[in-house]
């Protein structure tokens, strides 16, 4: 179990590890987060918007679009 | 009791049931025949509903749903062959055995193409979806295992059906299309095992993981008929529906795995 110094992060990875693993959990947030300029302590919850689009995009595959987008409405709103 | 786990003891019982029977040859040749031809009506059915249900959660009609919808073709058109060996072989009484290929035969043909594409959608899904394809070793040692497979149809299975004479060109056709589609089907279901595996104990891959597990049995069970029904050996009862039945059961549970998935949606906080 990962413990993030970050609170959006800690609370990202709270939700999303039980759904794709811890592994993939972690890494998602680090990928993610680098790719719009960031880094997993560095997340704010005005970045949360774009985050979790990006997050969103993963998604969608398993869950649909309305799916991914209620994961990522919860996830912008989540800190 | 939760669906899924309705859906669990039901397939227990399925097994059960029909390992029972089969095994010990019981209850006579009719019931046989009659548990030969309806399980794997009912099964098939339960699987239908299943995809059904699934296909009705996605709200958007998106690439993710389209995909769902194909292996929800593929399995009602399996249905649909199902009662009408079922019929074929009950009400009508035709000896499958002499009789090949049926109006069924054709209908399950025409049921692997949407399953493939569906299978093909899932994958080419993911791998848009910037998630990790996992270590290019393991495919590395997938590919030989796969040639190997291919080697081993080819070999056993499609050059003898080839050679052999007795067998009518349309027979010969069917007999060839079965173990070829099945290869078609279980190589993207191990890659999605493959991929399934790498989310460890996350639910989201729960779905896929059973519908993967679901067409390998399919796969292992046809590979055997197609095998044992060129050589004249396969009767309906032969232990190898238990495969089939197990295979339409685990891609009902998929599909139910998945409607349960997007409702918890709703609940996340």
Redesign the interface.
């Known amino acids: 179990m990962k413990v993030y110094n970050n609170v959006c992060a800690q609370r990202i990875y709270e939700l999303l590890a039980p759904m794709i693993g811890d592994l993939m959990a972690r890494g998602t947030i680090r990928s993610k987060a680098n790719f719009i300029g960031l880094t997993e302590e560095t997340i704010s919850s005005g970045d949360l918007p774009r985050l979790a689009a990006e997050i969103k995009k993963g998604l969608v595959v398993f869950l649909g679009s309305d799916g991914a987008e209620k994961l990522a409405m919860k996830i912008s709103q989540i800190c | 009791m939760k669906k899924t786990k309705l859906l669990w003891l039901f397939l227990g019982l399925i097994v059960v049931v029909n390992l029972t029977i089969y095994l010990s040859r019981c209850c006579g040749e009719a019931t046989l025949t009659l548990v030969g031809d309806l399980f794997p009506v009912i099964c098939s059915l339960v699987s239908v509903l299943c995809l059904f249900t699934a296909v009705r959660?996605?709200?958007?009609w998106?690439?993710?749903?389209v995909a769902w919808l194909m292996l929800f073709i593929g399995i009602v058109l399996y249905f649909i062959a199902e009662v009408t060996y079922g019929f074929l072989e009950i009400i009508l009484k035709v000896d499958m055995a002499v009789v090949f290929p049926t109006l069924a035969d054709y209908i399950w043909c025409i049921g692997y193409i949407p399953v493939f594409i569906g299978l093909i959608m899932?994958i080419s899904?993911?791998r848009?979806?910037?998630?990790?394809m996992g270590n290019y070793k393991v495919y590395g040692i997938m590919g030989p295992l796969l040639l190997l497979l291919l080697s081993l149809v080819i070999i056993f299975l499609l050059v003898p059906i080839i050679k052999d004479t007795e067998t009518t060109g349309i027979a010969k056709f069917f007999y060839l299309f079965y173990p070829i589609g099945d290869l078609f089907i279980v190589f993207p279901a191990i890659i999605l095992v493959y991929i399934t595996s790498?989310?460890?104990?996350?639910?989201?891959?729960r779905?896929?993981k059973l519908l993967a597990l679901g067409f390998i049995f399919f796969t292992v069970s046809d590979l055997l008929y197609s095998y044992l029904d060129w050589l004249g050996k396969y009767d309906t009862g032969n232990i190898i529906d238990v495969g089939w039945n197990i295979g339409y059961l685990l891609i009902g549970l998929g599909g139910i795995y998945q409607v349960e998935?997007?409702e918890s949606?709703?609940e996340?906080?």
Not at chain 2, 57 to 60: A, H, Q, T
Not at chain 2, 62 to 65: A, L, M, N, Q, Y
Not at chain 2, 198 to 205: D, E, K, P, Q, T
């Open positions: 959660k996605f709200r958007e998106d690439f993710t749903k899932m899904g993911y848009k979806s910037g998630f990790p790498l989310f460890g104990r996350g639910f989201i891959s779905p896929w998935m997007i949606l709703n996340v906080r």
